[in-house]
């Protein structure tokens, strides 16, 4: 191939440095034996000034994803505790967790009340298909997101997998997390791609947001009840009072 093209030398030299292999430098030439052992040396001092900066840059991106993760969880602590408009919340939640993941899809699948059956309660996924909104409720035969619900397992699909969903999504990837709080589980956290997949070493991050989610569930859901209670106590007070 490299003949076809007109090269007639090659000079290949690794990029390696003490933590990682990273690839390597092709140099070519269209002149036959161009580069002596002089300039292999030299091309292999290039590579490892190279190497050394792909790695800086690599360690950096690093900690920068780690210093966004770490302000996630701020984030998501703080609102957990300073909001109780449980909808908007979310929503602002799963568009950090959507930008922290890099990934184009976010949603909070909670049970309904009144049969048990989940439905998208937040949703933060742009440009999504018509059918995935808020108040959608997922066909009983896409039994993966209530089988997280039910058995409280983290559930990874694939694209292969995703086929033969109901749904029929023209989506990569998808990961459910169970939303477990204090009183056992609120509901299902799902995440999406479109273009590449998840890595597993994410899990126990992604079960810290999910756990930071399931409270703010259970506390919107308990300052509901406490609001109930207190305006019923107030009817009843009128009532006696009359």
Do not use: W
């Not at 449980?86 to 959507?98: G, K, P, Y």
């Not at 049970?111 to 298909?129: M, S, T, V, W």
């Amino acid at each position: 191939i490299l003949q076809q093209a007109g090269l007639h030398s090659v000079c290949a030299v690794p990029l390696t440095t003490a933590h990682r292999r990273l690839g390597s430098v092709l140099i070519a030439s269209t002149r036959r034996n161009a580069y002596s052992e002089g300039d292999v040396r030299f091309c292999a001092l290039v590579a490892d000034q190279i190497a050394l900066a792909m790695d800086d840059a690599r360690n950096f991106q690093s900690s920068l994803r780690v210093q966004e993760r770490l302000q996630l969880l701020l984030d998501l602590t703080n609102r957990v505790i300073s909001s109780l408009n449980l909808r908007d919340v979310l929503r602002e939640v799963l568009a950090q967790i959507r930008h922290v993941m890099e990934c184009d899809g976010v949603g909070v699948a909670l049970p309904n009340p009144e049969d048990g059956k989940l439905r998208i309660y937040a949703l933060d996924f742009p440009g999504a298909p018509a059918p995935i909104q808020e108040g959608f409720e997922p066909p009983e035969r896409d039994e993966s997101p209530m089988r997280v619900f039910r058995t409280g397992d983290t559930l990874f699909l694939t694209r292969e997998e995703l086929k033969n969903s109901p749904m029929h999504l023209d989506v990569n990837a998808v990961v459910h997390l169970p939303l477990k709080g204090r009183d056992g589980i609120a509901g299902v956290l799902s995440l999406g791609k479109l273009q590449g997949t998840f890595d597993p070493e994410d899990v126990p991050f992604l079960t810290q947001i999910a756990h930071q989610v399931a409270i703010a569930i259970e506390n919107a859901r308990t300052f509901g009840e406490v609001s109930e209670q207190k305006n019923q106590l107030a009817q009843e007070k009128l009532y006696l009072e009359d």
